[in-house]
């Protein structure tokens, strides 16, 4: 039954336009590939590493088939055609193509269907291996088991990967859940995954491959110590969103940050190229079991939490339809939202309540993220510190699934090791202590917090119906979501966006899609 | 009667004039125990303060101790001999710099910002520029008398200039809120350099702002001013408005 | 409504219990006075200062009709004799007494009704004065107001009283509604009040008529600069119960803490000592407006906070009764609570709302003082404020009246200053955030939370019954609370305890109790 | 890797070896603004704090500023050459107390406590003497072999001593809460000398406890030994019957 005495009719309504929604863009995705896209195929094919000037040589491979008009036909084709040419391993082929020892492009070409059976052989093989990461954790959680819920989320940051593991196993013995590796500033807007371990980032360390190993291995160490699973949780945003998704999937990671449209709005990346990337990179996350963890707390550290509630929740139901289209399951949706009110408004804590209530009611599968306070945060670390406490509250009472700690130093730097203890502990401390308030509490009929999660849910239906009239894009255009604009050929990477050829091919989405 | 502070020697106040109490945390990467309390403490002498007390230690899990304490500081400082570099104008509100310019500058004055780098915050710049302002006061784009770029964040300095040439601006007002490795000092003394190496310098006014920009430290990087947390776009504006008069560009 | 689903006849049969208890003592207290009451007649008639070796006039004077047998009639009738004889002031008297020039009981002894007639005219010209200082009072809350409840409780405790004064207007610039300046280790068990400002003292500062005045200036000035009544609290408790209540109200203190068995208890002060003295002190106190804060909450800082729950209860119900049998009414029965369980239980959040709900809904009307987490703050002082957090919000959620703010250094020193202004910003934080949440939640019906009120509710009129019928003395002799025992003759300040003659005489009880 | 701690030079950490990151907090009895936060940082370097920030002040409504400051501490300690006073005995369980009274003392033990002075913060001594002891540990009443006679709270020297005389106890055990202007080490100190006087010091076992008591304090003011924070009874126990013993006093 409904706490907040919802109108269900009102969400079936919101549902039915954020699917038309979502089916509207899923024409333009169908159509068209990317250059991230078709890394990601060459890196689920098995390819990886540099050449010897740094360059990934799933880099170097798609730019020249793109350099060289190919990209249509997609990189399976490529690669699979070379397999039948060369005899050699997608790896070698890569090798030799970085080496300038073969040019894919001007081998003979075989026949589509040929050319399809032997890719995909090779493809099941590599699927297989994140088939068998997926049973790894499974096996993990069996026997290990994990915390209870909410998760305890806390983040490592140190640009160091060595002093990040430091950091996130000592998290892990003070109660944390989910360690997540905060990527480098400017990441995003690289158009390749650096290569190997690196010990070198602002506020942040570098998302590698090499890095989600050194630190997959840490937390299974740390996680068979205190019999417990440790998941681990990096970021398959930005400009290669589908690529980190697979190294992603390779290492067993458990939990990303990925969000149909925080690239567009907050990274200035181009629309189509992000639209269509998501798509790949939530097929396999949701493959691989992984959690993902949308963006909407980000509206609300721009724009007015009062005032701007309802496109948090609009943005939920937006990136459940564009979760749905590429088989992500509801088990496996992070769907975002945070306490980011003014911490100077009366009954503020009401309307947090009303809006995670709400959120709770409406997604009730999905395991919610909820971010803590950072925008009203201040140099007064104790302020700050009962700020946390009050979003703690409001996550064991409304029954949340991820719990990001917020820090007391939020507003100074990123978190010191004993800055993640005293969060750790003041979580634990909310969680126990009011352990079970939630179950024994109703909210008065038409009371404040019943009102206002109303109020927020037709506001939020009337923008959905907005947006299916006007379509996503000219939404976007007009700045609804966080007061930012952005166009449809604007933004970073549209360059990278191709037209699919009417052969292209790309065995990765029939074999991942909604399978497991 | 409670006693007389002096100023020349002042000292941290807990309950008592002169007591020199002060709260420290930190972490130092020894072993819970005793040695650790010990060392702790030992670091506070260091410090110069004088009964150090450990009030609290924890055991982080890593072989690194977590304490908290309490002590006494020896040390005393000069307060009456502080002077600060401050931003030396007197705040007219929008209707004042609006008049302020009808009176004084008779033409529009140009104002291009922007968060540089690849710094993506653009909450601080916006809250001086855009319409909206902030806290209940309006940003730059909506004074009459004010045209307002707000260029957005992670804007390459070069850009951010080419676009003042280019609109003849008056000032140049530049975000930064991300300090980690002093990432905020690189950027800001890169765009100084760029600006001279332009031969602007003097016919532009140059502002930095940002959670952690104060004036003295803009002034050493090279700037006209800087502004810190809680600015308005009204400390902009009559900061800019008055340096036009004064500087002559009208 | 209850929100606890209580059974309000079983409060009623709680009360009826307690009555009995009450009762019960009354008639020894009837039947007694002590030297401090006779001190208090004394200084209620006018009578202060030292002598020349300190030594304060009232115990010059009370001492010395002791010593010559002559209590039992009541210091107003030998004052009031020596009027007639002498046609000096009280204080004349008392001075002349102090040199050795006036020997009270040599004088020619006049007719009771006599003495009772002018001693009662001078009686009635002090009363007007505590009368004049009540409607003061009301004057200033008329034109500067007050902060809304829960009023915030703040300490000072310098021991030096300019020291306390600057704490105090620091404190109520910040927000505070009322200084309580804690009294000098020790101060309690001195058979005396020390006389005159003071500078020194062991974790509070000396409770003197003079101090009394210094601080009253100064949260007067600081009132009139911020536009807000702020009300001052002293202790009358201890060896010099009524003697402080006196004091009190000639320096219009508001709040006093005053507990009908907290010097039994805690400072081992004889209990037939006590229960008079306190009787008396009541009195004072109702008449001059002033609101009584018990001290219910040190038996949860000994015992434990779970298991002993309603011996809290128990005791809110006696002294309750001992109240009303001294005329003080409802609205300034400051009953107290506090905030005392192991942080590290599971749903101690929901027993300690339960209790402080219970505590609202048995005494509507009284001003409850609820006191904060104390036993279980460690050193951690961020911890500690986040303890501090959870009081704060039950408070608000159960709508107390006195908010004693904890202190995130609790376990370390007494207050800061900064220690102070951080309490304060996180009462008023928790405060306005969560302002309305009490009046939006409803408790689940035979849930944990209505369950344990009840429970404790149920042991309580248990215990109650049980002590109607082994009387209090002996409960207390049993440890019944706080597990402390104490006897009839045990403890300190018996030998000050007098029986009344037929004749005694004290026109101050008749002058004050229940009026105003 | 994550690279070695050296013992001898010790910094504090932050998020990185030898950043030597500390937290600070603190009240001027200065008025806010720039000045106070220039004279904040001052006294931070003065302590040795190298790029003091001033992350918060506030007005404390006094003409007084209260601040929190973060800094990177540049003193260093030698952990590896600390060695702290420990109380040396090994710790039995009640049981283990119990049997080696039996088997090696073979009489009753008597310990006399108190909580002495002004002092009425019985909950300490109660913790370690009474029946139901703490935390799940049982206090000295409920060990067979032990007579444990609490006198409670506000108990001068004199008449602990006098009983302790009376009973021919083996220890006094002497608790002390409240430590402020050092009112323990004061009554701590006196109950030294009166048991001096007496010429008892050889002749019994002297111990203290208490929050801000430790080993080392209680050695240096002339006691057997000292307990701090989370001391149960097994912790006195043992060590009284291991003196009994060591000490010939059987
Ligand atoms: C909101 C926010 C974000 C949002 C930004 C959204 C947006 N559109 O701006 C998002 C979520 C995207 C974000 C991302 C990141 N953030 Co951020 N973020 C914050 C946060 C919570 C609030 C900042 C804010 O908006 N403050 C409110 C505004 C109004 O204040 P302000 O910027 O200080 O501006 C005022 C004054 O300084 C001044 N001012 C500012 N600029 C100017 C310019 C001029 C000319 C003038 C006159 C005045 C002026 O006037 C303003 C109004 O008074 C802070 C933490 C905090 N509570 O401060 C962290 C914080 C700034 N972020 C941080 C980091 C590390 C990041 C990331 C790098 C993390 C990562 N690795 O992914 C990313 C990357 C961003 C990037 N590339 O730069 C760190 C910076 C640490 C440091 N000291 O270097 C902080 C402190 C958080 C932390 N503890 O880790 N962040
Ligand atoms: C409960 C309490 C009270 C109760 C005491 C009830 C009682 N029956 O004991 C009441 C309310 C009466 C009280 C009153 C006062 N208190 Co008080 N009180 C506390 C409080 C909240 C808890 C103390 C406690 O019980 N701790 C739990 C026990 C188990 O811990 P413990 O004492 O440390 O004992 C352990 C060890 O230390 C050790 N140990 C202790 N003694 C011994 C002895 C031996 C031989 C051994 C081996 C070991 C040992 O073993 C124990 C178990 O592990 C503290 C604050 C805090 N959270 O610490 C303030 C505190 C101790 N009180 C304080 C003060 C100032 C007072 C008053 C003086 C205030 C006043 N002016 O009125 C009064 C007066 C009391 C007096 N005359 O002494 C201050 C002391 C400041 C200082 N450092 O000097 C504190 C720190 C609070 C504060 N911040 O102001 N208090
Ligand atoms: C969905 C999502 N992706 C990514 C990020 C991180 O930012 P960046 O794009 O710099 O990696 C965030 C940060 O909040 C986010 O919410
Ligand atoms: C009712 C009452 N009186 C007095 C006191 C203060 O103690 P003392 O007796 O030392 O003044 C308290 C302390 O908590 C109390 O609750």
Known sequence: MSKLNLDFNLVAEARKSAKVIADDIQLMIDQHTTVAVERTV???????????????????????????????????????????ETGKTPQEIAEAVAAGELDLMQLNQNDALKVQAVVTEKAKEMVAIIANNRKDRDAYLERLGEGPKPYLYLIVATGNIYEDVLQAQAAARQGADVIAVIRTTGQSLLDFVPYG????????????????????????????????????????SGLCMPEIAAMGA?????????????????????????????????????????????????????????????????????????ALNAGLPEEQMGLGHCFEMNPNIENGFLMELAQAQMAREIF???????????????????????????????????NQGIQLLGMLTEAIHTPFLQDRALSIENAKYVFSNMKDLGSEIEFKKDGIIQKRAQEVLNDSVKMLKEIEEEGLTNSIAKGKFAEVKRTMTSGKGLEGVVKKDDKYFNPFIELMLGGQ | MSSQVDLTKVKPYGDTLNDGRMQFSFTLPVPFGDEADEAAKQLLIKMGIEEPSIVYSEDLGVGYTFFTAYGKCQHTVDYSSIEVP????????????????????????????????????????D???????FDGHYGLERYHGIEAINMGSQVPNEELIAKAIELNADAIVVSQVVTQKDVHILNLTNMIELIEAEGLRDKIIL???????????????????GFGPKTYAEHVASFVVNQIVDRNMI
Chains 1, 3 share one sequence.
């Open chain 1, 197 to 236: 371990p690196t010990t070198e980032g602002f506020g942040g360390t570098y998302a590698t491959q090499e890095n989600f190993k050194i630190m997959r291995k840490a937390l299974d160490e740390v996680g068979e110590e205190i019999g417990r699973y440790i998941r681990l949780c990096n970021y398959c």
């Open chain 2, 127 to 133: 809250a001086i520029m855009n319409m909206k302002g």
């Open chain 1, 250 to 322: 390779f290492e067993r990671l458990d939990v990303m940050l990925n969000d149909a449209l925080y690239g567009i709005l907050f990274r200035d990346i181009n629309m189509q190229r992000t639209l269509i990337d998501q798509y790949f990179s939530r097929i396999i996350n949701g493959f691989a079991g992984v959690i993902i963890n949308t963006g909407e707390d980000n509206y609300l550290t721009t724009a007015d939490a009062v005032e701007e509630a309802h496109t948090v929740l609009t943005s939920q139901f937006i990136n459940e339809q564009f």
């Open chain 1, 364 to 398: 009730p599968d999905a395991p919610l993220k909820y971010m803590p306070p950072t925008k009203y945060m201040t140099g007064n670390i104790f302020k700050g510190h009962v700020q946390n406490t009050l979003f703690n509250a409001v996550s064991i009472m409304t």
């Open chain 1, 42 to 84: 060459v890196r689920l094919l098995g390819i990886d590493g540099v050449d010897d000037i740094e360059r990934p040589l799933p880099n170097v491979i798609v730019d020249e088939i793109k350099d060289k008009g190919g990209l249509s036909m997609g990189l399976a084709y490529w690669i699979g055609n070379a397999m039948i």
């Open chain 2, 207 to 225: 502002i930095c702002g940002g959670p952690r920009i104060n004036h003295e430290l803009a002034k050493e990087l090279g700037y006209d001013a």
């Open chain 2, 86 to 125: 401050k931003v030396d104008v007197e705040i007219m509100d929008k209707y004042g710099v609006e008049d302020f310019i009808k009176e004084h500058i008779k033409r529009d004055v140009v104002i291009v910002g922007a968060c540089t780098g690849t710094d993506a915050h653009t909450v601080g710049i």
